[in-house]
């Protein structure tokens, strides 16, 4: 009979007789669902853009191939625009699964545009525009494969912007490596030997990491019995005694494996040789958008489906926190600054300490679940740095295309380039967190408040002293900018006008910082809310 199967039951109370069970459906029509299209709008449109630009590349001329750009330019900013109709409004959802135990409201889905998506996708999709048009001069002048390049940054824009919106362990750990496995291969484009070790580094402890945090994943559902990340919760707080120490084992695993991806100590070492080998504008981009979605994936799992050892992981990430902003300032101030690449190393450092700062609001919400006031600090803090680091390695690639990318080749570039020199020390300054940079102080005292509402006052202390070493390194690079600049004696070669998607880059970055420094509120204002 269709719809029916027949079997013996084996259960104690069975009498030998063959029992049939009906596989019918009643209503057939409730196991189809409609898709949500304008949630998923954003990461959808980045991911057509992706393949209409390799589609496009197989029959565009070569001498027509900068279009490709401007392409990859308007697919980002398309999908930022989709971001608009999701705003105001209750949260939307789609591939929700039917029954899962302990679901609520959207605890069931695997996609949700909820606050918070849409402040970590607009950090991803507006990082990766700002990044596309800082590639497109270097694209030209290093002879890299335009079709490939911007394919690559458009497909791993793709996971970082769908990452935030995922709900379930599988859909996370598939986001995290779209965003991260075609970051490889842009570190590898770049031909001069360097690009090759720099992303075989990357590659090899990225792949490490990944197999841990699959091996803690598999411990979770095992204890578990889910893999949505509200049931996960539910289902850890019901474990038996004999699978909790299962349990605790994936959820550390896990987190060591998101850590990895925010470049967390001691998850940091490939940073300063993948950002020196790899082309500047994708240096930047990870540093950014990389670091913002690994940061998003550990906010998902501590706070959702981890919230049953808040205390544990908020310890956990306190001290990871405090050794990470100590260790990156340690690197920045020992780096010398007449060495080659010592602008984009010290870059590399300043990330690592900063993402100290960004765990700091993480940790705290450890000490008070159920707030959304440290996940806030940490949005508004990641969003601040996104602009300033940015635009930082923009002027980096603005002067290293005449000089070198030594902190010492920036000496007297006010006299040379005053606008960019006068661009690049509000840059430092805002990361210092010093006026007239007044967004980055906001941003450390965001965090630092954070810090101490949880009673997390050790923290804070910690915090507060690498703050105040990290002004070391910054204004020292500052002071160079304005100092006189060093006698050579052969002609100096003429100043190259800057290109014009590196001009609009330096514009933006710097307009939205001084925008930002002026009206900090406006930071408070997209993140304000709950973001769950």
């Not at 950090?123 to 694209?139: E, K, P, Q």
């Not at 509402?453 to 690079?477: P, Q, R, S, T």
Request: proline share 5%; charged share 10%; hydrophobic share 55%.
């Amino acid at each position: 009979m269709l719809g029916t199967a027949t079997g013996t039951a084996l259960g104690p109370h069975s009498t030998g007789q063959p029992t049939v069970t009906s596989l019918a459906v009643a209503n057939p029509g409730s196991l189809i669902q409609s898709v949500d299209w304008v949630a998923i709008a954003p990461p959808l449109i980045a991911a057509l853009a992706a393949l209409a630009v390799l589609v496009t590349d197989l029959f565009l001329p070569e001498r027509h191939k900068r279009w490709l750009g401007r392409l990859t330019a308007a697919g980002l900013a398309l999908a930022i625009a989709a971001l608009l109709p999701l705003t105001g409004g209750s949260p939307r959802a789609t591939f929700c699964a039917q029954n899962v135990t302990g679901a609520t409201d959207n605890a069931g889905c695997s996609y949700v545009a909820d606050h918070f998506a849409l402040v970590f996708q607009l950090l991803a999709l507006g990082g990766a525009l700002i990044a596309a048009l800082l590639s497109v001069h270097t694209v030209d002048d290093e002879k890299l494969p335009g079709g490939e390049y911007w394919f690559l940054l458009l497909s791993s824009a793709t996971g970082a912007a769908l990452l935030p919106a995922s709900r379930d362990l599988a859909t996370l750990v598939v986001a995290l490596e779209v965003a991260s496995l075609p970051a490889f291969a842009l570190v590898a484009l770049r031909r001069d030997g360097r690009g090759a070790e720099a992303a075989l580094k990357f590659f090899l402890s990225s792949v490490t990491a990944t197999a841990v945090m699959l091996l803690g994943v598999g411990f979770v559902y095992a204890a578990s019995g889910s893999l949505h990340l509200g049931a996960v919760a539910t289902g850890l707080e019901q474990a038996p005694a004999q699978l909790r120490p299962l349990a605790e084992a994936g959820a550390v695993l896990t987190l060591a494996g998101f850590a990895f991806k925010v470049a967390a100590v001691p998850f940091h070492f490939w940073v300063p040789d993948t950002y020196t080998g790899a082309p500047l504008p994708v240096a930047g981009y990870l540093s950014v958008v990389g670091k913002a979605a690994g940061l998003a994936g550990l906010a998902l799992v501590t706070t959702i489906a981890f919230r049953p050892y808040a205390h544990t992981w908020g310890l956990v990430l306190a001290v990871l926190a405090a050794v990470t902003m100590a260790v990156g300032n340690a690197g920045a101030l020992r780096q010398r600054f007449d060495t080659r690449h010592s602008a984009v190393r010290l870059l590399a450092w300043s990330s690592v300490g900063q993402a100290g700062y960004l765990l700091v609001p993480l940790a705290a919400a450890g000490y008070a679940p159920g707030t959304a006031d440290p996940l806030g600090a940490t949005a508004a803090y990641a969003l601040i740095y996104g602009v300033v680091n940015l635009g930082a390695f923009g002027v980096v690639a603005a002067v290293g295309r005449r000089a070198g990318t030594s902190v010492d080749d920036f000496r007297g570039l006010f006299a040379r380039r005053r606008w960019t020199a006068l661009a690049l020390a509000f840059f430092l300054l805002c990361l210092a967190g010093l006026p007239p940079g007044v967004i980055g102080l906001f941003g450390k005292v965001v965090v630092f408040r954070a810090a101490v509402d949880a009673g997390l006052g050790w923290l804070a202390v910690v915090m507060a002293v690498n703050v105040v070493v990290a002004l070391y390194y910054y204004l020292l690079w500052t002071a160079r900018l304005f100092a006189p600049a060093p006698e050579q004696g052969a002609e100096r070669a003429p100043e190259r006008r800057l290109p014009v998607s590196l001009t609009a880059t330096l514009g933006l970055t710097a307009s939205a910082a001084v925008v930002l420094s002026v009206a900090p509120q406006l930071v408070l204002q997209v993140v304000g809310g709950s973001l769950f």
